[in-house]
C-alpha cells in the first residue's frame, strides 16, 4: 500500500497542466488591464484544469458536489507582467509539494502572444469534508480522485 502511494506521489509530482483563458471585459480595471486580483481567478482556472486532467473516472466538479471542498490556505504572488482586454492568458500548474493535509501547486500565468510572464503563484490548497466538516489527509483525497 505504502508503495502505490509513494508511485502516485511521484506521478502527481511530475505532472504539468495548461490551460488557455481569454481575458474578458469585467477582468480589467479603468487602465484596460486585467485588475491584479483577477489574477486569483486564473490560477483557480489553472487549478481545475490540472485536477481534470490527472482525473481517473472523476472531475473536481464531481467532488464538490460530493462535499469536498477545495479551499485555499495560503497564496503568494509575485506579479511580473499585464494583460489587457481579449488576451489569451496561459496558465501552467503543477504540483510543488504534498503534505498530509494539504498541497501545494505552483501556476505561472504568461501572454499566449508573447509568452510574456504575467505571475508566478504559489497557492497551498487544503480538502475540507464539508459533510463531518474536517480535514481530509491529502493522500487519502487523491486516491478516492483517482480511482
Known amino acids: 500500500m505504502m508503495e502505490r502511494k509513494d508511485s502516485l506521489r511521484q506521478k502527481l509530482l511530475s505532472a504539468t497542466d495548461t490551460t488557455r483563458v481569454k481575458v474578458r471585459f469585467n477582468d480589467t480595471d479603468t487602465m484596460g488591464v486585467v485588475h491584479f486580483k483577477n489574477y486569483m481567478i486564473y490560477f483557480d482556472d489553472g487549478f ?11 472531475n473536481i466538479e464531481e467532488m464538490i458536489h460530493e462535499g469536498l471542498a477545495c479551499g485555499v490556505k495560503h497564496v503568494d504572488i509575485t506579479y511580473e507582467g499585464s494583460a489587457i482586454f481579449g488576451d489569451y492568458v496561459i496558465v501552467k500548474t503543477r504540483i510543488k509539494d504534498i503534505g498530509n493535509k494539504s498541497i501545494t501547486f505552483i501556476h505561472e500565468l ?6 510574456t510572464l504575467l505571475a508566478k ?6 480538502v475540507l469534508n464539508l459533510k463531518t466538516n474536517k480535514l481530509m489527509n491529502i493522500m487519502d483525497f487523491l486516491n478516492y480522485f483517482l480511482k
Open 48 to 58: 481545475v484544469s490540472f485536477m481534470n486532467s490527472i482525473k481517473n473516472k472523476r
Open 110 to 115: 504568461s501572454k499566449e502572444s508573447d509568452n
Open 121 to 126: 503563484v504559489e497557492a497551498v490548497r487544503f
